[in-house]
């Protein structure tokens, strides 16, 4: 009996002997179309349009999928963005302890960090890197003055960590260190791990990244900040600025002679500081108000006094008066330019000065040699290429890949480090040979110590005349750097640089400093007018009861 129905081959299929591509099904057996029994295939009773599907199939539901954010945001982004500011925090303070600062700074900023990101923490073993651990759900201290910590802060931490431990470590110091690369400052964002940043929001990237330098100042005003938030928040109180080392530092750092420290002090003494950092809240906090930055100008104030820097001749009224040393600042600034020259070295001229790699122009880079070349660019890949950040552009990455160095790399000195010793003696003993000369009094009297004080009246006269104002007593007031000669400027530049300051913030905290002196002046000779008066009616009353009392006996 013929078959009633053909079905197709599977694709690909065919009869082994004939070759046929039909098939039809007898007796639960298979056959091909001319007959051939198909051995080994499985019997199929689907229909024609169902040929080629294994029928209903039933598969094992699969779980959902939970798709993981690459970015994290609320109270895990904060808890992320505070562990890499510790981890960092962490770094800059072996940084700073590396180059000299006694380790136990490094415990007292853990503390003020402690105080900073305060409660509740996590239990359990921290960073490894020697603080603590924060919580996910961490939330800031409220009170005013806080704000999410950024890279400045931490710096300042640091600094607030060595004026605890009273060192003489200025926020210029730091400031130093940060632009020359001493510490992990200013590339620090590049050093984060690449899962942390890849996780951490854009806003949390922005405040962790600085410029290629530091402001003039910034620190300063970073520092002064936390330390009015520490007081609002936790009232606490930061003890003053060890000023003394501090104060020779400068000093002896301008070269200026040996009598601008007693006269520093004794401006200090008369505005009465404590070279503390103002606490209280305020509305607006006056230049001088902030320790570091009245303690350089009292420097420029004593030398502007003492030294004539306008170049107008005062001479001193005797020989007790200090002015009888007197500065040749033109010689000064050849003398101060020269040892500049000469404490770089032939090694050093040779390279870019540290810390000044962002002052580089499109138009130094065409004349600069491959010394300096090199390194500029060590530096530009430090600053801005990292591990190789994929949204760099490659153009700019591709310089470096590979790449090495033109000359060979040799070790920089720190041109610009603290001057030891010999250096200060050299130094000094070049500036007394051909800047400090002596000047004679041209005063009625020489020398106080030799006047015959046997008359009242001659006493009273010479103490008038000591008092009495002369024109060549009198300084000019200098309120922006325009006004400054040209003496003036390079000594208070010298010292808004070595303090860490912008030039007119030193200009106008010197005249801030000079109204004071001017105002305490004043009041200092109404109060002496008002004791003699008093001393004079005082001698008079007990010189007419002696003579009462002798007529009468």
Known sequence: MAPSKYHKFPPGERCDECGARQWYAQDALRYCRNGHRLEGFAPHEADEDDFGTQGKVSRRRREARVKVRLKLSGAEARALYLETAQLLLARLVRGVVGLGVPAEVEGVVRALWGLRVRGEKEEGEGEGEGFSSMSEGEEEREGRGWRVPRMMDLLALCYLGCLVCRLPVTTGDFQRWAQRGDVDFLAAFNDIPRNVRDRLPAEYHRVLQVRDHLEPGKLRAVVQGLVVAYRVNFEMLFPPLNHVPVLIRYITELTLPVETYLAAKCIAEALGTDYSYPAEEKQRVR???????????????????????????????????????????????????????????????????????????????????????????????????????????????????????????????????????????????????????????KDKYPDRRSMDNDSDDEDEDDEEERTEKHPRDLCPVWRTEEDLPPAAKMLYGRAADLAGLPLSLVVRCATQVERRLEVWGSSRRVREEKRKKRDKGKGKEVAMDIGDDDGYD
């Open 287 to 441: 230049a001088m108000d902030n320790p570091e930055v009245l303690l350089v100008t009292l420097v420029v104030v004593s030398a502007k006094l003492l030294y004539s820097l306008d170049g107008v001749e005062r001479p001193p009224r005797n020989h007790t008066d200090p002015r009888i040393v007197q500065i040749d600042w033109a010689k000064w600034q050849e003398a101060m330019n020269r040892k500049e020259e000469e404490e770089k070295g032939p090694r050093e001229q040779r390279h870019l000065v540290r810390g000044e790699e962002y002052k580089v122009t499109p138009n130094d880079v065409l004349t600069m040699d491959e010394t300096k070349m090199d390194d500029f660019m060590d530096w530009f890949e430090k600053m801005w290429i990292g591990d190789g950040d994929p949204k760099t552009a490659e153009r700019i990455r591709e310089p470096f890949l590979g790449e090495k160095r033109l000359t060979p790399a040799e070790p920089r000195v720190d041109n610009a480090a603290a001057s030891t010793g010999e250096q200060i003696r050299r130094r000094y003993e070049e500036v007394l040979n051909t800047s400090v000369r002596y000047v004679e009094p």
